[in-house]
């Protein structure tokens, strides 16, 4: 038999057996299906593979591997999920390989991000965004802005940046050589990496505000978040206030939210509680609860805190832990179920409903809304000002708390919202490419200032890439400016963690945040206050 025909039966059957385990699924946890309900099922099976065998048979071009994949991968199967609701999923090979990646938070390589890059010519060249530091790229000596020219004596022209991140990985140990160009640099750069494990962190910056006030920035739930919170907590010492923030958050892993969660609540509160209709309903209690000294939390939430994220913050702002501040969270309340399909791909599938210790579904209506829709449109200022359709709950000290459409902040603070020109300076990678321009020539150090001699030779620097710009555009933003500046030159000189820590010193709304601390210790008060009223009014 043909491999394009091992591949297609190959294809057809992950189809199969993904239909099969929804069908199992359904057939065990419920009262058992009616004859009619699995001939039905047996029919729509039997439809399918008529109609794929049609399509092999008769389609105007042979359906070779990459069709073949696309129409099941691509097609048949995620059209079926997304049918149910917007985030049961399926994972093929390299997906799924993917998927347990992150959720472990390491995998093998060499340590650096990479991105394409336009060129004159109209081409795409792939550079380094930045590597990670400790890591084999970083102790080499890579900087950001690297162009890799070779991944052991390979090309990396026409390739995209997922087929040279491929290349640069591999088992630990092994050696790969790089070819790069810098700029400055009269010819190219040779590096000879040795491939270890590179970890990813999802607490990516941790570091004092000021003396006493803590921030942890939180960019997803994987395998070690919590013990990684813990970690920054423990090294914070004693601290009179934290801004704990989760902007971008997507989620991840369910467990880590409720450890997570664990660390700033009660012994015995709830975290979230899960309800389905195929498993018994599950609640999550915190276990230990919070050691050591009480301190005001301030959570930031955007439009993009999602899932695990959002269970984090309802389970602070039901029990009056934390003050809720920022823009509407996302709005997912479906707990997905990662089921094994084949040795490499993997189906998640919605099994539960979650809500918050008072009884909020956070899930946002998907009915009747595309994909698309669901995902990027969403208007909330509408929302904001009325919130007759949602449902109303209470915190534990009797606050008022609204279901059904993501987390509402305690306090609102906009997202800052960039003008064309600042688009502009991103789209043509200004600051990224000034900075490799500057460091050709000049060294930071950390007292390094974005001052007026700088500011000129940017400006020059945009005039000789031909990035149009007026005066009254630098000055419109001119403490952007500074920072970004400052931030990409930091991370270029000191590695990713300075760059980060820049951005985070100067962000309006962490500044913002830290100002909610009072009123955050305010809700913690209340909350012991309601708490020994209930303990008083329950004694004999």
């Given at each position: ?91 093929d090979p390299k997906a799924f390989a993917q998927m347990r990646e992150d959720q472990h938070g390491k995998y093998y390589g060499v340590g ?429």
């Open positions: 038999m043909a491999p394009r025909t091992h591949r297609a039966l190959f294809s057809a059957t992950v189809f199969l057996a993904t239909c099969a385990v929804i069908g199992s699924f359904i057939n065990q946890k419920v009262a058992a299906q009616s004859a009619n309900d699995e001939s039905t099922l047996r029919d729509s099976l039997h439809s399918f593979t008529n109609v794929y065998s049609l399509v092999e048979q008769n389609y105007a071009e042979p359906l070779n591997t990459d069709k073949t994949d696309k129409a099941i991968y691509d097609g048949a199967i995620p059209g079926m999920l997304h049918v149910l609701d917007p985030h049961s999923n399926f994972y650096m991000t990479i991105q394409p890059q336009p060129t004159p010519n109209g081409k795409t060249k792939i550079v380094v965004l930045y590597p990670f530091e400790g890591t084999p790229s970083y102790k080499a000596g890579i900087r950001p802005g690297d162009e890799i020219l070779t991944v052991d004596g390979k090309s990396t022209e026409g390739m995209d940046s997922t087929g040279v991140a491929t290349m640069l990985k591999g088992a630990r140990g092994t050696h790969v050589s790089v070819t790069m160009m810098r700029e400055g640099s009269s010819r190219p750069l040779v590096f000879d990496l040795v491939r270890d494990e590179i970890p990813r962190p999802s607490v990516d910056l941790a570091f004092l505000l000021s003396p006493g006030i803590g921030y942890i920035h939180v960019s997803s739930f994987i395998e070690t978040t919590s013990h990684e919170v813990g970690d920054a907590l423990d090294k914070f010492g004693d601290i009179h206030g934290l801004v704990l923030d989760l902007r971008g958050n997507p989620g991840g892993l369910l467990n880590e939210a409720v450890n997570m969660s664990d660390k700033f609540l009660q012994k015995g509160q709830i975290v979230v509680s899960q309800r389905g209709r195929a498993f018994p309903d599950q609640v999550y209690r915190a276990t230990r609860g919070e050691e050591g000294p009480k301190f005001p939390i301030v959570v930031l939430v955007n439009r993009n805190t999602a899932s695990a994220a959002e269970i984090v913050s309802g389970a602070l702002q039901d029990h009056d832990r934390a003050l809720i501040a920022g823009e509407t969270t996302f709005g997912k309340g479906l707990v997905q179920t990662v089921f094994q399909i084949t040795e490499n791909t993997g189906l998640a599938l919605t099994t539960y409903h979650y809500y918050t210790p008072s009884g909020r579904l956070i899930q946002r209506n998907y009915d009747h809304v595309s994909l698309y829709d669901y995902y990027y449109v969403r208007d909330d200022s509408d929302k904001a000002k009325d919130k007759s359709n949602l449902e109303v709950k209470l915190t534990d000290s009797g606050r008022t708390v609204y279901g059904g459409g993501g987390i509402t902040p305690d306090e609102k603070i906009d997202n800052l919202k960039s003008n064309h020109f600042q688009d502009n300076l991103l789209v043509h990678y200004a600051f990224f490419n000034f900075s490799k321009h500057y460091l050709a020539s000049h060294t930071v150090t950390k007292d390094f200032v974005v001052d007026d001699a700088v500011m000129q030779q940017f400006k020059s620097f945009l005039k000789d890439t031909q990035i149009e710009y007026t005066d009254a555009d630098i000055a419109g933003v001119d403490g952007w400016i500074k920072e970004s500046i400052k931030s990409e030159l930091f991370t270029s000189q000191f590695g990713q963690l300075e760059g980060l820590k820049v951005r985070a010193e100067w962000d309006p709304q962490i500044a913002k945040a830290v100002t909610f601390l009072p009123e955050a210790q305010t809700l913690e008060d209340h909350s012991k206050l309601a708490q020994k009223t209930n303990t008083a009014s329950a004694k004999p």
